[in-house]
């Protein structure tokens, strides 16, 4: 499977962004689909996941109650609301994917990366 990332840019903290990642392929409903960010200096964070068909989500301590994940498994899209921005959540935010919830979810290493999109939060 293949991944387009898009939508980040700069924000002001307390601004919102809308994050999408485009999937190829005629399964898209076969795999778990998650975004992982990196900031500069550190290593790669998971920031969530959703299952199959939407009906669960996964967030990561730092980004939960902030952020939303969901798909649209006719369009083979994922997205990531993120709200309440602060510097902290600046990094390259990356869509990713995987047929096992366990590969994400505790190993944090889905088969399947995409291209990453570079989200700025100015103070």
């Known amino acids: 499977v293949q991944l387009q990332a898009s939508g980040g840019g700069l924000v002001q903290a307390g601004g919102s962004l809308r994050l999408s990642c485009a999937a190829s392929g005629r399964t898209f409903s076969t795999y778990v689909m998650a975004w992982f960010r990196q900031a500069p200096g550190k290593e790669r964070e998971f920031v969530a996941a959703?299952?199959?068909?939407?009906?669960?989500?996964y967030y990561g301590d730092s980004v939960k109650g902030r952020v939303t994940v969901s798909r649209d498994n006719a369009k083979n899209t994922v997205q990531l609301q993120m709200n309440s921005l602060n510097p902290e959540d600046t990094a390259v935010y990356y869509c990713a994917a995987d047929q096992s919830v366990q590969a994400i979810v505790l190993r944090r290493a889905p088969e399947y990366w995409g291209q990453g999109t570079l989200v700025t939060v100015s103070s």
């Open positions: 959703i299952k199959y068909t939407g009906g669960v989500q």
